[in-house]
C-alpha cells in the first residue's frame, strides 16, 4: 500500500513538472474565459467557429468577430442602447426626458470591451499556433484539477502585506511557539539534572533515602496551613513577581511594606515543610541547596533585608507555554497598550494611585493617634512618679 502511495505521487509529481509554460498560459486563458464568458465556453465557442476548423476558418471567424467587439464600436453601441432604452422606460411612465450614460458607466463599458478583444486575441494565436494540439489534448481529456505551485504564484501572486503576515504567523506562531516549547523542555531537564545531583551529593543516591540505592521515597506529608519555617513551594516566575513587589514596596516606602506585611500578601501561602535530616550542599554555580531525607530539594537564598527563604525545586511547577504567550498575541497588546491602553489605563491608574494615598494617610493617621497616645501615657506615668 505504501509503495503504491509513492508511485503514486511521483507519477503526480513527474506530471506536473511535464507542464510547461506554454500549459501555464492555457489553463490561465481557459480559467479566464471560463471566468468571463460562461463556464462552459470553450475557445472555439467563443470564435463560434466547429472543432475540426481550418485555419483560414480561423482566422475568417477572428476577424469577424474582433469587429464586432471592438471597444470603439462597443462605445457607440452602448450610447445609443442606453439612450433608446431611457426614453422607452420614461415613455412608459410618461416623462419625455432623454438622459445620457454618465463617463463612468461608458468607461466601463469600453474597459470590458478592452478586455474581451485582448482575451480574443490571445485565443486566437492559440487556435492559429502549435499549442493547439495541446489544447485540444486537455480539452479532450479534462484539465487537471491542480496546475502546480508555479500557475497559482503567477496567477495570485501575494503582495508585500501579504507577505509580512504570512511570514509574521508562521515564525511569530508557531516558531515562536517551537521555540518555547524546546526552552520549557531544556528547563524540566535542568531542573531535574540540578535535584538529582543535589541528592546525589547529600545521601549518596538520586532518591534521596538513605542507605538505599534506587528505592521510591514515600510520599511527603501534607503541610501545615500555618509554618513560618516551611519552604515556599514556587518557580522561577512566582519568585520574580515577588522580588519585583518586594521592590515596588522598598519604592513606596515603610508604611506600604508594612501594610503588605501585616496583611500576608508579600508572600505566597503554598508551603512545603521538610521532614526527616537534612543536609545542606554547595553546587557548582555556587549556589546553596538543602535536601531533606524523603528527597525534597531547596534553593536556599538571602533576600535584601538579610532574611534566609528557600525555595522549593519542583519540575511540575514549570508551566508549559501557551499559544497565547507567543508574538501573534503579544505584539497586538503590546502595541494597544502603548497606544490606545494608555489613554483608557491613564484614569485607571489614577484610581489606583489615589487609593495607595488615601492607605497611606489613614496608616499615618493610625500612626500618630498610637504615637500621641503613647506620649500621653508616658506624661502620666512621669507624673505619677513625681508625686511619688
Keep these: 500500500m505504501k509503495s503504491f502511495a509513492f508511485l503514486s505521487l511521483f507519477v503526480f509529481f513527474g506530471l506536473v513538472a511535464a507542464w510547461s509554460k506554454e500549459d501555464y498560459e492555457i489553463f490561465g486563458l481557459q480559467n479566464d474565459v471560463a471566468t468571463n464568458e460562461g463556464a462552459n465556453v470553450t475557445f472555439y ?11 483560414e476558418q480561423i482566422t475568417k471567424a477572428y476577424r469577424k468577430k474582433s ?15 442606453y439612450a433608446k432604452d ?29 478586455a474581451r478583444s485582448a482575451r480574443l486575441n490571445l485565443v486566437a494565436n492559440v487556435l492559429r499556433g502549435p499549442n493547439r494540439q495541446r489544447y485540444d489534448h ?15 504564484y503567477s496567477r495570485f501572486r501575494p503582495g508585500l502585506g501579504s507577505v509580512l503576515a504570512g511570514l509574521f504567523l508562521v515564525f511569530g506562531g508557531g516558531a515562536h511557539y517551537a521555540a518555547l516549547v524546546l526552552s520549557w523542555k531544556r528547563q524540566r531537564e535542568f531542573v531535574d539534572r540540578y535535584i538529582r545531583q543535589a541528592r546525589r551529593a547529600a545521601w549518596g543516591d538520586e532518591m534521596a533515602v538513605p542507605g538505599i540505592d534506587s528505592v521510591a521515597a ?13 519552604a515556599v513551594a514556587v518557580n522561577r516566575r512566582q519568585k520574580r513577581m515577588m522580588d519585583k513587589e518586594n521592590k515596588k514596596d522598598k519604592k513606596g516606602g515603610g508604611a506600604r ?8 500578601t508579600s508572600t505566597p501561602t503554598e508551603q512545603v515543610a521538610s521532614t526527616g535530616e537534612r543536609k545542606r550542599v554547595v553546587a557548582e554555580n555556587g549556589k546553596t541547596l538543602i535536601v531533606d531525607s524523603i528527597g525534597n530539594v531547596f534553593l536556599e537564598e538571602q533576600n535584601e533585608a538579610g532574611e534566609r527563604q528557600e525555595f522549593l525545586l519542583d519540575i511540575d511547577q514549570i508551566e508549559r507555554p ?6 501573534v498575541f503579544k505584539l497586538p497588546i503590546w502595541c494597544f497598550s502603548k497606544t490606545v491602553g494608555r489613554v483608557l489605563g491613564s484614569s485607571a491608574e489614577e484610581e489606583v494611585d489615589s487609593d495607595e494615598a488615601e492607605e497611606l494617610v489613614e496608616e499615618a493617621e493610625t500612626t500618630s493617634t498610637s504615637t500621641s497616645t503613647s506620649n500621653s501615657r508616658s ?5 505619677r512618679s513625681q508625686r511619688s
Design 67 to 81: 469587429r464586432t467587439i471592438h471597444p470603439d464600436k462597443v462605445k457607440r453601441a452602448f450610447i445609443a442602447n
Design 138 to 152: 486537455f480539452l479532450k481529456n479534462g484539465f487537471p484539477l491542480w496546475k502546480g505551485t508555479g500557475y497559482y
Design 379 to 383: 506624661r502620666k506615668r512621669n507624673k
Design 322 to 327: 501557551s499559544i497565547r504567550e507567543t508574538m
Design 257 to 264: 511594606v508594612s501594610a503588605r506585611a501585616s496583611s500576608g
Design 86 to 114: 431611457k426614453s422607452k422606460a420614461k415613455s412608459n411612465q410618461g416623462v419625455n426626458v432623454n438622459k445620457g450614460p454618465t463617463q463612468r458607466e461608458i468607461d466601463a463599458a469600453v474597459k470590458n470591451a478592452d
Design 218 to 230: 514515600p510520599p511527603p506529608p501534607p503541610a501545615p496551613e500555618s509554618d513560618d519555617t516551611g
Design 45 to 55: 465557442d467563443l470564435l463560434e467557429i466547429r472543432p475540426n476548423a481550418n485555419q
